[in-house]
């Protein structure tokens, strides 16, 4: 995991800070909290900075008379191989298309995905100013106090969406905020994705998008502060298609003292692979832990960093394979979802691109073939 889930933290603000004007200026940072909210670390759902897509999403030329939203759908629909891959479940929104016609401020829909355990939307935030755009690329070794931090602690500066304002979620912006940001039309293109529990089907909700000052004080000890909030959008479920694949025997794999594992099978969607797994680990991992002093804490990190490595050892092979005898590596995970009782899914994206699930024939993980059937 390369960022933890901002979970049930931002919502507990004074609605009186909610509703104050942003304030993306750098002096913001080093004044006194409105409310700071302490809240624990747990590792349930986070995409984070690992966005290959957005990654290699530069801005473009205006084409001439299109607006940078329209320029935006179209770059994603091309850098996701939509119509190489036949990708039938993939959802684009109306835009507006000259640029005298395209919102300042708020959130404008570019397209969505359901990959069977999240509903992925693409964005433009507007309004996004290169001021915000230099906040949210720093990094600060002091608190909002000016205080020193711990040497493993630092601020920083990052966007995450909400649904309606109860969890928070990474926005996946690009390592560099940068390389989706236009200066001219103060806009900047970035993705999130929301469990599909979150947003159940035939279910409207407000997704919204917000800036927060955050704190990373150890690797279980977080604080937030809200900078300002982006705009929002209805949004619904979209349509899915998915192919699970149940293994014909389940892949064992041990992970020493801590115990054993098994891949019970995969869900295969156009854009990645969920794989299905249990292990002993389940049970102490997807709960609110509370330590009684440091030597618990630090049992508790080093279980959950041996179980996670044991995973991606096994994840770090995988490919799918297709009719023509090609193949698709599929990425490390990204993240878990919630368990049910001791089954726990890990969530894997292709790096970018797409595929087309109908020329899949077979799942290889861990040195073994499984037919796709």
Sequence with gaps: MNRELLSRALCEIDERY???????????????????????????????????????LGVTAYAIGVSIHRRRQEELRAQLQIDENQVAD???????????????????????????????FWVVLNGVTPEMIAR??????????????????????????????ENYFDAMSPLNFQRGYDSESQTLTTECAIPLHELEQGRKAELRFVMADCIDYELD?????????LGSAAVERTGQAVRTVWFSEPLSF??????????????????????????DGVSQMYRNQEFTDDAQRQAYLELERSWLAAIEEVERTAAVNFADGSSREVGLPLSSSEPEGDIVKDACLFGGGTINLDQVVSITIGGKTFPAA
Aim: proline fraction near 5%; glycine fraction near 8%.
């Design 221 to 229: 000890h977080s604080e937030a502060e809200l900078v300002c909030q």
């Design 136 to 165: 949210l690329e720093s990094s600060e070794q002091v608190d909002w106090e000016g205080k020193a931090l711990p040497a493993n602690g630092h601020r920083y500066c990052f966007i995450y969406a909400t649904m309606d304002g």
């Design 90 to 120: 993939y959802v684009e929104y109306p835009v507006a298309e000259e640029p005298e016609k395209a919102p300042a401020k708020g959130v404008t829909l570019l397209s969505a995905m359901n990959d069977g355990e999240f509903q992925r």
């Design 254 to 279: 041990s992970n020493g003292v801590y115990g054993k594992g098994e891949f019970l099978g995969a869900e295969i969607s156009a854009s990645g692979v969920n794989w299905i797994l249990r292990h």
């Design 18 to 56: 909610i509703a104050e004007a942003c304030r993306p200026v750098p002096e913001a940072a080093s004044g006194s909290p409105g409310r700071i909210v302490t809240m624990r670390k747990k590792r349930i759902i986070t995409f984070a900075l690992a966005a290959a897509l957005l990654l290699a």
